[in-house]
């Protein structure tokens, strides 16, 4: 069953026209959440409302003033605890190949000309494959294939590009 209606009505305690009123007592006649839902409203409309006493705004905003301070103080020690736990145990973790790192230049060195020399060939590996599937692949598909496939690859990058502009174009957030 659809409350949405009746509920707006119940709960803003605005105006409604005499065809609204009729499907709204309608309703009530059959939906027992929206009869409970209409009593507590009247319930709650017939109760004397008490003032606040003297000051009340006052007193409420100093103590969420003091409130603020001291959530602010707590992440505060909460950050630098947290950082301060996780470097320690960044250092204990690291610790032992930070310190062969420290005593071994030159083992450190061959490694990253290690790792320098595989990227490089796996790079020169990954093109010449590359060219020769793309020569090899007008002699494999049909001219009609091969232009599907280009006009695929195509309209993935242009739905690629247009969604990276509407998400530019609606601010995304960046952070809190």
Same mark, same amino acid.
């Given at each position: 069953?659809?409350?949405?209606?009746?509920?707006?009505?119940?709960?803003?305690?605005?105006?409604?026209?005499?065809?609204?009123?009729?499907?709204?007592?309608?309703?009530?006649?059959?939906?027992?959440?929206?009869?409970?839902?209409?009593?507590?409203?009247?319930?709650?409309?017939?109760?004397?409302?008490?003032? @606040?006493?003297?000051?009340?705004?006052?007193?409420?905003?100093?103590?969420?003033?003091?409130?603020?301070?001291?959530?602010?103080?707590?992440?505060?020690?909460?950050?630098?605890?947290?950082?301060?736990?996780?470097?320690?145990?960044?250092?204990?973790?690291?610790? @032992?190949?930070?310190?062969?790192?420290?005593?071994? @230049?030159?083992?450190?060195?061959?490694?990253?000309?290690?790792?320098?020399?595989?990227?490089?060939?796996?790079?020169?590996?990954?093109?010449?494959?590359?060219?020769?599937?793309?020569?090899?692949?007008?002699?494999?598909?049909?001219?009609?294939?091969?232009?599907?496939?280009?006009?695929?690859?195509?309209?993935?990058?242009?739905?690629?590009?247009?969604?990276?502009?509407?998400?530019?174009?609606?601010?995304?957030?960046?952070?809190?």
């Amino acid at each position: 069953m659809n409350h949405q209606p009746f509920e707006e009505w119940l709960l803003t305690e605005k105006l409604i026209g005499p065809k609204e009123k009729l499907e709204l007592d309608a309703h009530l006649r059959l939906c027992s959440y929206c009869s409970a839902l209409a009593e507590t409203g009247k319930a709650l409309r017939v109760v004397k409302k008490a003032s @606040p006493a003297a000051g009340f705004s006052m007193r409420f905003q100093a103590r969420l003033a003091v409130q603020k301070a001291a959530d602010q103080r707590r992440k505060l020690w909460g950050t630098v605890l947290f950082t301060a736990g996780g470097l320690a145990m960044l250092l204990w973790l690291v610790g @032992p190949y930070l310190a062969s790192f420290v005593a071994a @230049p030159a083992t450190w060195i061959a490694a990253m000309v290690e790792w320098a020399v595989f990227l490089f060939t796996t790079l020169q590996a990954v093109s010449q494959a590359g060219s020769v599937l793309l020569r090899m692949l007008p002699g494999i598909l049909s001219p009609f294939a091969f232009m599907v496939l280009v006009s695929a690859f195509a309209g993935v990058g242009l739905l690629w590009s247009v969604s990276i502009w509407r998400l530019v174009q609606q601010g995304i957030p960046r952070g809190v």
